[in-house]
């Protein structure tokens, strides 16, 4: 499929996530025009020479790199994956501190160029840095939000899938919350091809997704991304294609519903944070969550998500 007409994607940080992104997006053929920003001129411009050398393989794409900011000017996206990487044995709120510091320069020098773009954060911690975007951006919450959960639900889909032993697509599961360690599978509403998991049986008749393996796959959802950032020192395949899946709802205006993280002021007395809820996203950016059904025991967890992220919000000196 061809790129919107007139349509251009900007990608901050030509980094391992930033640049598997931009691959992504040239191979979904997402915008006639994908640029890669990055301070250091030398890999920004190795990284989008390599992509143009590939452009006869692909939907036609103009692709450009640069040092300079002011190559997004004009974006209908932007997609933020600058930020500080984690390390081996590093939680992504360890990260905050750091990455805050990087969007306080990077963000007032986007929007001065970029003012009407989507702004998609996807650098960690993303619930705190997507907070942090939208107080230094100025811009309205339906502009910037962050990629949240939509990876973690795509592994708890996957592993789901996995012990059922069918296709992931038919998994309906969605991970809620923080994207870390407080985030919260909703089993309550999860299903499989229409069944609801309590109810489901295998091929064989048997049940086969009790609690004890529900446990099991929501610390393995948890625990994949130190297993590999602790293998290969950072994670860039899912979450290059976990962006550009938004970015897509976005560009084609899909009003797709996506676990995205975005601000929730009021929100069921949660306090004022970003953290990730199904939300309907679609050419105008994020809107407010939609009515999602959740066991007063998932609600409980996803209060305590939020109250986690609020405090690293208040520890970095944000408001």
């Known amino acids: 499929m061809a790129g919107s007409a007139g349509s251009k994607l900007s990608i901050v940080g030509a980094g391992a996530v930033g640049s598997t992104t931009a691959y992504a997006a040239l191979l979904r053929g ?11 001129a ?11 050398h590939g452009m006869q393989f692909l939907q036609p794409a103009q692709v450009i790199g640069s040092d300079d900011p002011a190559v997004v000017a004009g974006s209908d996206v932007v997609i933020v994956t600058a930020g500080a990487k984690q390390k081996p044995g590093e939680s992504r709120l360890d990260l905050a501190e750091r990455s805050v510091e990087i969007m306080r320069s990077l963000m007032p020098k986007l929007v001065a160029h970029a003012p009407d773009a989507v702004y998609l954060m996807v650098s960690n911690p993303v ?11 100025g811009l309205p919450r339906h502009q910037v939000f962050g990629s949240g959960t939509v990876l973690d639900s795509s592994r708890l889909r996957t592993l789901v899938a996995r012990h059922a ?10 991970i809620v919350g923080e994207h870390g360690d407080s985030e919260i599978p909703l089993w309550s509403e999860a299903s499989i091809g229409g069944v609801r998991l309590e109810r489901w049986r295998g091929v064989s008749g048997v049940a086969g997704l ?28 899912a979450i290059g294609l976990a962006s550009v899946e938004i970015a897509e709802a976005v560009l084609r205006n899909e009003r797709r519903i996506l676990p995205v993280s975005t601000l929730l002021q009021g929100y069921e007395g ?7 809820l199904p939300c309907i996203v679609d050419g105008r950016g994020c809107s ?8 007063a025991e998932e609600r409980a967890a996803l209060a305590a998500s939020g109250h986690a992220i609020r405090a690293v919000i208040e520890r970095v000196g944000l408001q």
Do not use: F, W
């Open 288 to 295: 407010r969550p939609v009515d999602t059904e959740m066991s």
């Open 165 to 174: 032993g069918v296709a992931p697509q038919h998994v309906h599961a969605y």
């Open 42 to 52: 030398a890999r920004v411009h190795a990284e989008s020479l390599d992509l143009q």
């Open 127 to 137: 619930d705190v840095i997507t907070y942090a975007a939208l107080q230094l951006s």
């Open 270 to 276: 949660l306090p004022d944070v970003c953290l990730s």
């Open 210 to 237: 009790d609690e004890g393996i529900r446990a099991e796959i929501a610390k393995e959802v948890v625990a994949s991304a130190y297993t590999i950032v602790a293998g290969k020192g950072a994670t860039n395949y």
């Open 30 to 40: 997402l915008a006639e025009t994908v640029t890669l920003y990055d301070v250091d």
